[in-house]
Structures are given as C-alpha cells and as structure tokens.
C-alpha cells in the first residue's frame, strides 16, 4: 500500500522527497531475497534518477542488476521485473547518450523477450531502439524499428501508443 501511495505521491501530487522517502523505508523492511523488494527498488531507481540523485541511482542500479540477474524467470512476475528493470536501464542509458550500451542491453533485452515468448514491453524496447539509432542509422532502419513497435501497439490493442507512433512514422516521411 504505502508503494502505491509513493507512485501517487511522486508522479500525481509532486511530492518526490516524501515518496522518495517512504520507500526507502519500505525497503528497509524487506528481505533483500523478496521479489517486494525487487520491485520496490525498481521504483526507488527510477525515481532517484526522476530527481537526479545519480549517486543512489547507481547504487541501487548495481544491486538491483546483480539481484534480477539471478532471478529464475520462472515466474511471470520474474520475467516482466526482469524486462521491465532492463527496459528502464536502456532508457537511461540513452537519456545518459551511453549509445553503445544502450543498444547492446535493448538488443539482448528483445532476445530475452522472443526466448520467453512474451511481448511485455516488446513494444517499447523497439520504439526505444528507434530513438537511440536515430542519429546515426538509416532511415529504413529507424524507421523499421518504429514499424515494429508500431505493429506490436495495435497487437496489444495499445491504440494511443500506436497512433502516436504512426504520427511518428508519418512525420519521418515529410
């Protein structure tokens, strides 16, 4: 309850240091081996680097990958913290301009989603590649990433995300 309470409080109300401090109470109380506490840091990690704290946010970085990397993934709610904490690290590895890393972690992160069979941020991460190779790919490439985002949204019936990209893809014609 008191994470959820911290997601309103941080992203609706603006509240980030009191969120931010709720779960890092929070964590404190969990178990270093529950997946709560997984998912917990999760959020604490994208919040630290919302407010530009890059030192916790490495910190935590370096646990959290240590810790989902040794996660089974036999369990649903493994595997999409697992993509979902490697998602976020690819964002902020292209928000960060660390290009090459970037596209190495987005690529082995798709590879982990087709091994698994699943489309759980497989969307995203394609549209993700799109912007990191942007600048420096070709136009059929960037544009190809964008195409399979763009078909991924509609299979998972995410119109809004779908028409946004076909915007997208519309406006790299002109």
Do not use: P
């Not at 997601?7 to 509240?15: E, T």
């Not at 698994?116 to 960037?142: C, E, H, P, Q, W």
């Amino acid at each position: 309850m008191e994470w959820i309470k911290s997601l309103i409080d941080f992203y609706f109300y603006g509240q980030q240091e009191e969120a931010v401090e709720r779960l890092e109470k929070v964590l404190s109380q969990l178990s270093i081996s529950d997946m709560n506490y997984l998912q917990v840091s999760n959020t604490l990690f994208n919040f630290y680097y919302d407010i530009g704290d890059l030192t916790r946010f490495d910190e935590i970085r370096e646990t959290l990958e240590y810790q989902v990397n040794q996660l089974n993934l036999n369990t649903l709610e493994e595997l999409e913290l697992f993509i979902k904490f490697n998602y976020n690290v690819c964002r902020y590895l292209w928000l960060q301009n660390n290009i090459e890393e970037a596209i190495t972690k987005i690529t082995t992160t798709i590879k982990q989603c087709q091994a698994y069979r699943t489309t759980y941020l497989l969307a995203d991460l394609y549209l993700l590649m799109g912007n990191v190779s942007k600048d420096f790919s070709s136009k059929i490439s960037v544009k190809e990433y964008f195409e399979t985002a763009h078909f991924l949204y509609k299979l998972d019936e995410n119109m809004s995300m779908a028409l946004k990209v076909e915007h997208y893809i519309a406006n790299m014609a002109e």
